[in-house]
T-cell receptor
Framework: EPEVTQTPSHQVTQMGQEVILRCVPI?????FYWYRQILGQKVEFLVS????????KSEIFDDQFSVERPDGSNFTLKIRSTKLEDSAMYFC?????????????FGPGTRLTVL | GEDVEQSLFLSVREGDSSVINCTYT??????LYWYKQEPGAGLQLLTY?????DMKQDQRLTVLLNKKDKHLSLRIADTQTGDSAIYFC?????????????FGRGTSLIVHP
């Protein structure tokens, strides 16, 4: 069964460093998303991406964040200069977008720890 | 903005029924969802209900929606140890065609023998 994959499963970085979180969405899906969950808090929407551009973003998704689909398979989230409060679980999701394809399929997440 | 609230923990004995509750604030919600997250895994969509429905049953799962009280519940019959996971309630708004769900904090279901 096709699934969304994410790498790495755990990333530890120093404050101020750049990190890139990688996702491989399901191959024929058209919509891609990033969410984060700070420990003990709610899953929060960050950004959605369609047709090679951001379609929607939340207040959390400031200039420190960027997303890219560098090739036909990967979807990345970059944090330019990490802060302690960026420590969270980051989930990628994809959605078909075709008729009847409303469900978002989530990856297992990347746990980011900023020291 | 929209808000979704759910209790954080539920402990049940194997074989009993589990009921996980959720309340939401957005009166225009269209879809209400239950996701399951097992350790080390992503969020798996378990079931969903349209806001014009009162109940949906799918094998051991029963979803009840009280739209007047903005209360959603998930009942798991004959709960098994494999049901131990975090269960997230979520909703999407009716307007704008947005498929971005607003999630609750998740309820940790612990099933003990």
């Amino acid at each position: 069964e096709p699934e969304v994959t994410q790498t790495p499963s755990h990333q530890v970085t120093q404050m101020g460093q750049e990190v890139i979180l990688r996702c491989v969405p399901i191959s024929n899906h058209l919509y891609f998303y990033w969410y984060r969950q700070i420990l003990g808090q709610k899953v929060e929407f960050l950004v959605s991406f369609y047709n090679n551009e951001i379609s929607e973003k939340s207040e959390i998704f400031d200039d420190q964040f960027s997303v890219e689909r560098p090739d036909g398979s990967n979807f990345t989230l970059k944090i330019r200069s990490t802060k302690l409060e960026d420590s969270a679980m980051y989930f990628c999701a994809s959605r078909s977008g075709l008729a009847g394809g409303d469900e978002q399929f989530f990856g297992p997440g990347t746990r980011l720890t900023v020291l | 903005g929209e808000d979704v609230e759910q209790s954080l923990f539920l402990s049940v004995r194997e074989g009993d029924s589990s009921v996980i509750n959720c309340t939401y604030t957005d009166s225009s919600s269209t879809y209400l969802y239950w996701y399951k997250q097992e350790p080390g895994a992503g969020l798996q969509l378990l079931t969903y209900i349209f806001s014009n429905m009162d109940m949906k049953q799918d094998q051991r799962l029963t979803v009840l929606l009280n739209k007047k009280d903005k209360h959603l519940s998930l009942r798991i019959a004959d709960t098994q140890t494999g049901d131990s996971a975090i269960y997230f309630c979520a909703e999407t708004p009716a307007s704008g065609g947005s498929y971005i769900p607003t999630f609750g904090r998740g309820t940790s279901l612990i099933v003990h023998p």
